[in-house]
């Protein structure tokens, strides 16, 4: 390994408010190198990479790139300079082409007398979509037509060039199927192989320890420690870095430890026949005390069918079917006690321009509402009730949710189920984005849920939740149930994955 | 590393404040600023000039109010003024048909039940036809426009009236008084709609993100349909009021209506954008302070043709403090 | 104690002599404001009366503040009045009769003095007299050529198309009419009768009879908005048009758009600007006469405010407010027009005006203690063609 310091923060700190993400940090990253960065959610490791790459800046501290002190005002200034960041979020503007978007800002290189030559622009964007692997995305094409996995590779694309020395992966593989991760995997590697360094954010311990040379873990916006990659290979490594981040000792209960299957007689929720879209004749019948999974692709079908649970889809036939009553819209669902976790938390499930406390008790204001009133003081008790339980850290309920970080807006989301007590919870990927404390705690939760006879539709594409938290698991493909799984001690992921592929 | 505020981080919490309350305190310090300009140039008139501050401001703050629900939503509405000049010549024609205090009531009540529909209908028909409110509320305007020319034509004049000693009381202090009373008793009102009950949350809720707010269980229809009835009760109040003023009506009566409580609206610092930022005292502030402008600007001599302009560029002075994106964002 | 006799009277001295002073200075005019309201801010008139009046400003002592008006909304016209009001004036010129009860409601409370300009005040005067023209705080108006009671329009326009028949070597034998409504002019309809009455009388004697086309409700009532294109259908042949209302905006253009222009003469009251290029034997020759009321019957309400201002009120001021008509000039052939150009109200020069300012200084009670009301009324109501100095 090469010993070159390519990028160094001294004492950085950053500051929202009161709230301080980074406290003093600390950190090299060396060329030829993979540098995992785990934590927490909102322990700081998008914050410093998010002040390296130029999106904002430190409250104080200094950096230093190959040496030069290092102070981008703008991702676009950073990038120019060798530092590209790849976000979780989409960055790609719609309504232009895929080539527009891959050389947004750059037209100058195609243009004579300022006008641009679109042609030469498209075929030096399809050439780089080429080399990179991905021939089926057509630079002429509108970014519209591509899904968001596809985007995703797109802005890769983009901010990837030879000229790259540093490169920040943000999260990015939780919105790549298996195809696209191993397509990043092979850039990340090839980049560290040509001495540039790499940053990887990720909550997957296992793409982790399997990708990077190096590993630092960050927690409440300071280094605890960093590991080698004979640490990372050592057998208890897993454990070592969890307990890093926590902080303390999570112990080995982390999904169901229970192999109990049973559940009450009674039906919480009936899906008839159901056909809309693409989904043909899906029946199923959840039952008090029972937790269903969902598992397959991310396009496979299982997503729209916790939307049509929800009364959120127009069904051609058949019926959502609650108490004896037909579920048509989701008004009707929630008021028949029915929640829906939303897997697009950011548009779908969270008002991100509000209150924390206002989210939280939106879905139980009916309630709250006595003669037209709503007490100020029982929202505030419902929303601490819920920000105390789940831990969400922030000042308190009146902080809007977009200052949180993802896992705790995720937090939220959960949050305005349980304070409405919904006895019916449609979860979509409930735990995407939330680090190994929180989703510990959301496990047991559900655990907790289905022993109070709460009946639970968890709808996953991490296949090892499945397999610790359901009582079955329905395996899509393809808009079809491609098979079902009752939990075992024995169950593993091997036993699924043939009938997700 | 050290806990004690050092004076970077002093600064920063100072400069968060004023990100996050840029709009209350744009929206503030220019009430401030027209009401020191009021005071200044009042002289001699001081005691007039309020008065007539009180009763040109009067209308719109009422109206303002009820469009803090609309503008919450993110929504806006253009067909308000026609709306108050065929209300307040309907009122003139009833209270002239029937006579009497009997005919005030029912001339309002009739207004009443026009505007709730109204509301109904620009409420519904945008989310029925899937349209952006503003279609809709233009197709009211130009429907109003036509009732409006259509009503006075049908009287031959240009002009109609009915004594405002009907409408009033004749004692200027008491028909100041009444007018606080209704201002006070309306903004009780909205604040605690706006504030304690559902219909002021989801609207918030809907101009912040309509999507979640309806899985949350809010029946998004209905309540933009009961905010427009809401703010179709202010203004039949808004119409009154206009009409106590001079009892008189024609075909021009409320023309500007909707232009002044859109300005009026963001100069109190409502985001156009609505959400959980909308707030009732933007009517109040903003209202108080284009009219005090106004005034201020008449007594300080500057031509009246002059005015427009001025208040062009304090209009967007505003905008541009207000709509400027500030404090950072905690990425995830 | 000398010392102090001695400052005692030079003390009293000083005051004496303040007096003095103070009493001297009660024979000049008080500073007045007045705020003039216009119905709008542009066009030969308002520009010339604004000239006028600020020719007048030093010799009365007078500052003016102005203010537009809307046709058609009392609220806003209220708040316009409101806004003078706060501006500190004393009186306002008020060209638009709209909101006049709670206008003048608002300038009694704040004792301030309303007169009117080129308006008749007619809604007022018919409906509520008492509450307007019984005010102590409305002085009176001067109506935009004739005010109703004393109508002498049509014919004028009458004595005009004879004047041109007699010249013409085609003379025009049958003619059309066009008004505003009723309830803003109720004038014109009177002069249209009047013209109609007198071609009547005309026809019994003379040898080519003329035809006039009755008014025709829809198309001949111009809502001040340019004229109908089926208006040339609906009068079928005609050879000239009798406009009472503002032909140049309103009837001109339209029919230059239907290409009778060279066709169809037109006798219109107003002048605009423009008009001198198609008149009598130029251009076109589209216009042969037009009518336009003098700027300088401002006067009238001007003097009436400032006499109360001043306190000092003619021995003849009658009980209840007045509206005069005002002169009119009535340009009828090249030779009057060529005059005319020479007018305050064509040129906009103060210089050019019929009376200067010791004169207007003059017609006050308070400039002249034998000043009459009479004689003001006199004076504005004679005012001719004749008297524009060339």
Known sequence: ?501 | MSTKTNPAEKQNSFLAFLGKHVYDIAAYAGLAVTLILFLIFGGKRLSYNAQTVLQTSAPTIIIALGAVFVYSMGYMDVSVGQQVGVYAILMIMIINAVGGVLGVILGFLAVLALALLCGAFNGAVAVWLKLPSIVTSLFLMFFFTGAQLLLMESTGTNSISVPTSLLRPANRSAYNLVLVLIIVAVTLAVTYFSRFTKLGKYTRGIGANETATAQSGVNTTKWKVIAYMAFGVCVAIGSYVMLMRTGSAGKGTGTGYAMDIMICLILGGMPLSGGMKSKVSSALVGTLTYVLLTNDLTTMGVDLNMINFVKAAIFIVIILITCRKHGGVLPR | MKQFTKSLVALMLVFVMALGCMSVASAEPKHAKIGVAFYQDTGYAVTATKAYLESLSDALNVEFVYAVLTQTDESANLSTIQNLISANVDGIICTMDLGTNSIIEECEMAGVYLAGYLCDYDTSYTQNYDRVFKSEYFLGTATDGQNPDDTTIGTTMFNSLLEYNARAEKPLTHVSMAIFPVWAFPSQMTGAQQFVEAVEEYNKTAETPITVDPLDEEVDVLMFSPMDTTYFAKHPGIEGIISFAAGTSFVYPVMVQAGVDKDIKLFTTGFEGGEENNFGTKGTQTFQQNMVSAVESVTYPLVLILNKINGVDFPDMPEAAERISTSQFCINSDEDLDVFVHSIYYTGNAADAMFTPDQVLNMTAFGNPDATYAGLRDILAHMTIEDIAK
């Not at chain 1, 940053?199 to 630092?216: A, G, K, N, P, V």
């Open chain 1, 1 to 501: 390994m090469s010993n070159e310091v390519v990028i160094e923060v001294r004492n950085v700190v950053k500051n929202f408010g009161p709230t301080r993400a980074l406290r003093g940090v600390d950190m090299k990253f060396y060329a030829g190198q993979i540098r995992g960065l785990v934590g927490e959610n909102g322990s700081g490791k998008s914050t410093i990479t998010s002040i390296i790459s130029g999106m904002q800046k430190a409250t104080s501290g200094e950096m230093f790139y190959h040496g030069q002190p290092w102070n981008p005002s703008t991702m676009v200034e950073a990038q120019e300079k060798g530092i590209s960041m790849v976000l979780q979020e989409a960055n790609t503007i719609p309504d232009c082409t895929v080539a527009e978007n891959i050389f947004a800002g750059q037209f100058d290189e195609f243009s004579k007398f300022r006008i641009v030559n679109m042609k030469k622009v498209t075929e030096a964007a399809q050439k780089m979509l080429d080399d990179f692997g991905i021939s089926h995305i057509k630079a002429a094409d509108s970014i519209n037509k591509y899904g968001f996995e596809d985007r995703k590779l797109i802005e890769i694309v983009r901010c990837v060039s030879d000229d790259t020395q540093v490169f920040v992966v943000d999260e990015t593989t939780t919105a790549l199927s298996l195809e696209g991760r191993n397509i990043l995997y092979k850039l990340i590697h090839k980049m560290k192989d040509e001495g540039k360094s790499v940053i990887f954010i990720s909550h997957d311990m296992d793409e982790i320890l399997e990708q990077c040379t190096d590993l630092t873990v960050l927690r409440d916006g300071e280094i605890i420690g960093h590991l080698d990659r004979a640490e990372m290979d050592a057998p208890d490594a897993v454990q070592r870095i969890r307990y890093m981040m926590v902080g303390r000792e999570i112990g080995e209960a982390y999904y169901r430890e229970d192999y109990d299957t049973s559940h009450l007689p009674e039906v919480a929720l009936e899906l008839q026949d159901i056909t809309f879209g693409p989904i043909e004749h899906f029946s199923l019948k959840l039952h008090k005390g029972e937790i269903i999974g969902f598992g397959g692709l991310s396009g496979c079908g299982m997503h729209e069918i916790g939307r049509a649970a929800f009364g959120l889809e127009k069904l051609a036939g058949g019926k959502v079917l609650r108490n004896g009553k037909e579920i048509t819209n989701c008004y009707q669902a929630i008021k028949e006690g029915i929640g829906y976790i939303s897997k697009n938390r950011d548009k779908e499930a969270l008002i991100l321009e509000a209150a924390i406390g206002e989210n939280i008790v939106l879905p139980s204001l009916p309630a709250l509402s006595h003669a037209t009133f709503i007490s100020p003081a029982a929202e505030k008790k419902m929303a601490k009730k819920e920000i105390d339980s789940f831990r969400i850290k922030c000042n308190n309920g009146k902080q809007w949710v977009n200052t949180l970080s993802g896992g705790n807006k995720q937090k939220v989301s959960f949050g305005k189920w349980t304070a409405k007590g919904s006895d019916v919870l449609i979860m979509d990927c409930p735990t995407r984005g939330v680090d190994i404390g929180v989703k510990q705690a959301m496990y047991a939760l559900i655990g907790e849920m289905k022993k109070q006879g709460k009946a639970i539709l968890l709808i996953s594409e991490e296949m090892a939740e499945l397999i610790g938290m359901a009582d079955r698991i329905i395996v899509m493909k393809d808009f079809k149930v491609s098979g079902e799984l009752e939990r075992s001690p024995e169950l593993s992921e091997t036993d699924m994955i043939e009938y997700v592929i």
